[in-house]
């Protein structure tokens, strides 16, 4: 056998492990390139869940997608500027809070109404892909936009409960005159005051040194994010009031997924499922050491009584008034009537004997 001849039976077996390993085939193979952009860092359940995502959809399309991750904010810097490379086809997928959402899509706050969700699995069932509320914002943002597709909604950082430097907080009674950050929220903002608290926006990368230095005395965060970023350090205590359910929100350009056969739409949205429960169960996992973390650093944890979350709710409520103030009724009797749903099927799966 000659030395070419030698050499083309070489790399054929080589493009054949190749393809039988499930990696991605050569660039010119490729019908489909997808730039997976998120702004946190590679420690973050965003990541874990596009590892995820780019290894079933690459794998499964034998190589006819292939997907490039971009965390860190590499490709755009902010959620506007991220949402309009996304919307332009700069970007082919990103990820939104509900904070960063409602710049492009205001209603969709009513995720955000305080203590909507009362557990873990009513919050999931609620926001799943075969939901009235999940179908009826895809519907609305995709007709707003014209090119922002819903894709699923995942969590990242779990709850938003309160932590406080000084003050325990028991009651809603303790929060008078606390200054706490928010997000520039309006809704969130709206819950401070109605707790009797002083509301005051701080940029995430601000808020070690907000912390530290008495600018604000406390935060409304989930325990991963709070002790991924050494905010233990300044934060004594924390009210597990539970009264946001952090949903993460991914994105597709609508151009991009319509481009694609059949057949490569339903690996991409096949991902998107196992993206979404990836991101479901690692904050959970994660929160366990970053409990123990925080508790070894000297703070507290408080779960308030039944009686007390009673008086959170109603605390609250000037909240919901708000909402329909601003936007209508009609979100937020759907996500309620959604929620109200996941209760009524998720009940009758527990046996009582």
Same mark, same amino acid.
């Given at each position: 056998?000659?030395?070419?001849?030698?050499?083309?039976?070489?790399?054929?077996?080589?493009?054949?492990?190749?393809?039988?390993?499930?990696?991605? =085939?050569?660039?010119?193979?490729?019908?489909?390139?997808?730039?997976?952009?998120?702004?946190?860092?590679?420690?973050?359940?965003? /990541?874990?869940?596009?590892?995820?995502?780019?290894? /079933?959809?690459?794998?499964?399309?034998?190589?006819?997608?292939?997907?490039?991750?971009?965390?860190?904010?590499?490709?755009?810097?902010?959620?506007?500027?991220?949402?309009?490379?996304?919307?332009?086809?700069?970007?082919?997928?990103?990820?939104?809070?509900?904070?960063? =959402?409602?710049?492009?899509?205001?209603?969709?706050?009513?995720?955000?109404?305080?203590?909507?969700? &009362?557990?873990?699995?009513?919050? %999931?069932?609620?926001?799943?892909?075969?939901?009235?509320?999940?179908?009826?914002?895809?519907?609305?943002?995709?007709?707003?936009?014209?090119?922002?597709?819903?894709?699923?909604?995942?969590?990242?950082?779990?709850?938003?409960?309160?932590?406080?430097?000084?003050?325990?907080?028991?009651?809603?009674?303790?929060?008078?005159?606390?200054?706490?950050?928010?997000?520039?929220?309006?809704?969130?903002?709206?819950?401070?005051?109605?707790?009797?608290?002083?509301?005051?926006?701080?940029?995430? &990368?601000? =808020?070690?040194?907000?912390?530290?230095?008495?600018?604000?005395?406390?935060?409304?965060?989930?325990?991963?994010?709070?002790?991924?970023?050494?905010?233990?350090?300044?934060?004594?205590?924390?009210?597990?009031?539970?009264?946001? /359910?952090?949903?993460?929100?991914?994105?597709?350009?609508?151009?991009?997924?319509?481009?694609?056969?059949?057949? %490569?739409?339903?690996?991409?949205?096949?991902?998107?499922?196992?993206?979404?429960?990836?991101?479901?169960?690692?904050?959970?996992?994660?929160?366990?050491?970053?409990?123990? !973390?925080?508790?070894?650093?000297?703070?507290?944890?408080?779960?308030? !009584?039944?009686?007390?979350?009673?008086?959170?709710?109603?605390?609250?409520?000037?909240?919901?008034?708000?909402?329909?103030?601003? /936007?209508?009724? %009609?979100? =937020?009797?759907?996500?309620?009537?959604?929620?109200?749903?996941? %209760?009524?099927?998720?009940?009758?799966?527990?046996?009582?004997?």
């Amino acid at each position: 056998m000659s030395v070419k001849s030698l050499s083309k039976t070489l790399l054929g077996a080589a493009a054949g492990l190749t393809i039988a390993a499930g990696a991605v =085939l050569p660039a010119q193979a490729q019908d489909h390139l997808i730039s997976l952009v998120f702004l946190a860092n590679t420690e973050d359940e965003d /990541y874990d869940g596009a590892l995820v995502f780019k290894d /079933y959809v690459e794998s499964r399309s034998n190589g006819t997608i292939a997907v490039d991750i971009y965390p860190g904010g590499q490709l755009c810097a902010n959620p506007a500027s991220c949402i309009d490379a996304l919307q332009s086809g700069l970007v082919t997928v990103f990820i939104t809070t509900i904070g960063g =959402l409602s710049n492009v899509f205001p209603p969709a706050q009513v995720m955000d109404v305080p203590y909507m969700f &009362p557990s873990d699995r009513i919050a %999931e069932c609620a926001l799943s892909n075969d939901s009235p509320f999940f179908n009826a914002l895809h519907d609305a943002v995709l007709e707003q936009t014209g090119n922002m597709r819903l894709m699923t909604i995942g969590n990242t950082g779990g709850w938003r409960n309160i932590a406080t430097t000084d003050t325990p907080v028991q009651s809603p009674d303790d929060v008078d005159g606390l200054q706490l950050r928010t997000i520039s929220s309006e809704i969130q903002q709206e819950l401070v005051r109605a707790l009797g608290g002083s509301p005051t926006p701080v940029a995430w &990368p601000e =808020l070690y040194t907000a912390l530290a230095t008495g600018v604000v005395e406390g935060t409304k965060n989930g325990i991963t994010d709070i002790v991924g970023m050494s905010f233990h350090e300044h934060l004594d205590n924390m009210t597990l009031d539970g009264h946001a /359910y952090m949903g993460a929100l991914w994105w597709m350009n609508n151009d991009e997924f319509l481009a694609m056969s059949e057949d %490569e739409r339903r690996i991409v949205e096949d991902g998107f499922d196992r993206l979404r429960l990836t991101t479901l169960v690692m904050p959970q996992r994660r929160q366990i050491d970053a409990y123990n !973390t925080f508790r070894e650093a000297g703070g507290t944890i408080y779960v308030p !009584t039944p009686d007390e979350m009673s008086q959170f709710r109603d605390a609250a409520s000037p909240v919901r008034d708000w909402f329909v103030d601003q /936007y209508g009724p %009609e979100w =937020l009797d759907l996500l309620s009537e959604t929620v109200a749903g996941c %209760e009524e099927s998720l009940g009758a799966q527990y046996r009582p004997e």
